[in-house]
């Protein structure tokens, strides 16, 4: 099927489930704002879809317009959330726990997060050691305990008059792991999940879940899930977008924002130090070495993809570069990130840069889920399949066709994302190149 743009896209019409295995930190970040800015008592600060704007047409057209005037978005009024988790708390009271948000915000908001209730898990201690809880589902074999969470996804769409879902991954970080031969296809999965393989974790069930019952899925933790070639198999079979992994905030998004910086200048990189603290559950779980290796793995990529070291071994071919977390409950979700960046410039000279970034994960994360399902609910609806390469500006490891190299610098990833829509909306890609200024000296 071709893809529908312009005039042909389906209309966002109905409601829209987004649905969060996990409902700890960040999906209840996400969930309270939405809400707040529905009742209009905040703004939804770091949303494209809801602020951004899109340029359209030469530069002296002066045409603006806001992105979600532009193309048919699900809006916010349309919106029902959805969750699971091992723990029985309600929205409101886990968004209490996590404390990001303050009292002031969260109490004119109660009722409404305390009616969202988590669904049972599926869950395996063996792929996040640090936390358990007592809301899980038990089954006769993984494929029965998909069957359950597919039963979950179909009533909750029933039960709540919606016409469409998303299902973006909000749960902890999986112990590391690299795909096997049962990962490979659709099948091989199939007759795995049957024998209840120990190499298939709970996030590749819940993705497996989502696609059969024909809605977009998003992996926001690094864990192995959503690349796998089965559930690419199976997002091209059944026609849906599928996106990852681990959304870009915090230092990584500083790192995404600086480093193609240096290398648009020809500047040179000797060293690039991490380190982090931070006491939410996230940090606690990233606490056990194995979730902290799959965190590694997806942090390290970055600066290797944006620096290109073996074509520039000059400037980048001896870089040391390193990343570690470190758990430190007094600062609950409000994270600091420090780096220190040795740079070196004209005839080697060297410089340092030093960041220390006190930001706040969950508050940088939450308006990434509402775009990722608002686009991916776009994406769906426009009949695009398998991997949405111009959703990378959200991802920390954005994953690609095998073969392909990740775009991870976030200039490229926004014009990327921008030129689809324009592209979607039969509008003129934009490409700065200035013509009209020549065109009007000739
Ligand atoms: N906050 C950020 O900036 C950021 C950035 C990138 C990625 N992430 C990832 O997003 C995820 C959520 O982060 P958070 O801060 O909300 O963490 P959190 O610990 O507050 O919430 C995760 C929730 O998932 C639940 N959970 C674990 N396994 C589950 C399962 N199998 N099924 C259902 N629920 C399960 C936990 O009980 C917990 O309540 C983490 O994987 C984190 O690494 C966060």
Not at 22 to 45: H, N, Q, Y
Not at 56 to 82: C, E, H, M, W, Y
Not at 370 to 389: P, S
């Amino acid at each position: 099927m071709a893809i529908l743009r312009g005039k042909d896209i389906p209309k966002a019409e109905g409601k829209l489930a987004i649905l969060t295995p996990g409902m700890g930190a960040v999906a209840t970040t996400f969930m309270a704002g939405v809400i707040s800015v529905r009742k209009g008592l905040s703004l939804p600060i770091g949303s494209l879809t809801q602020m951004g704007t899109i340029r359209l047409g030469k530069r002296t057209d002066k045409r603006s317009p806001k992105i979600n005037d532009f193309v048919p978005l699900a809006q916010l009024d349309q919106i029902v959330f959805g969750g699971w988790d091992i723990y029985s708390d309600n929205a409101y009271e886990a968004a209490v726990k996590a404390a990001v948000l303050k009292p002031q915000h969260l109490d004119p908001i109660k009722d409404e997060l305390s009616a969202i209730k988590p669904m049972t898990a599926v869950f395996d201690h063996k792929y996040v050691k640090n936390i358990d809880g007592p809301n899980k589902k038990t089954g006769t074999s993984k494929m029965d305990l998909a069957e359950q969470l597919r039963a979950d996804i179909r009533n909750f769409i029933k039960n709540n008059g919606c016409s469409r879902a998303v299902m973006v991954w909000c749960a902890s970080t999986e112990s590391y792991s690299k795909p096997t031969e049962i990962h490979e296809t659709l099948a091989a999965f199939e007759d795995a999940l049957r024998k209840s393989d120990p190499n298939i974790a709970p996030s590749q069930i819940y993705c497996y879940a989502s696609l059969m019952e024909g809605v977009p899925f998003a992996n926001g933790a690094p864990n192995l899930c959503s690349e796998i070639g089965a559930m690419q198999e199976l997002a091209e079979k059944q026609k849906l977008p599928i996106g990852g992994k681990d959304f870009k905030t915090g230092q990584t998004l500083m790192k995404t924002i600086l480093a193609p910086g240096f290398k648009a200048r020809m500047i040179g990189l000797s060293g690039w130090f991490s380190t982090n603290i931070l006491g939410n559950r996230d940090g606690e779980v990233l606490d056990d070495p194995e979730s902290f290796k799959t965190k590694e793995v997806s942090k390290l990529g970055v600066l290797d993809d944006i620096l290109d070291p073996k074509s520039f071994p000059e400037l980048y071919g001896n870089l040391y570069h390193k990343v570690r977390i470190n758990y430190y409950p007094p600062r609950g979700d409000n994270k600091e990130g420090w780096d220190n960046i040795d740079i070196f410039g004209w005839m080697g000279y060297p410089m340092q840069i030093k960041v220390d970034f006190l930001c706040r994960d969950s508050i940088l994360a939450a308006p990434i889920v509402l775009d990722l399902a608002i686009f991916m609910d776009l994406a769906h609806r426009c009949g695009m399949k398998g991997i949405q390469e111009w959703l990378s500006f959200y991802w920390k490891s954005p994953i690609v066709k095998k073969g392909l190299t990740p775009e991870h610098d976030l200039f490229v990833q926004k014009t990327k994302l921008k030129n689809t829509l324009r592209w979607l909306m039969h509008e003129d890609l934009i490409t700065h190149l200035g013509l009209d200024y020549y065109e009007e000296l000739d």
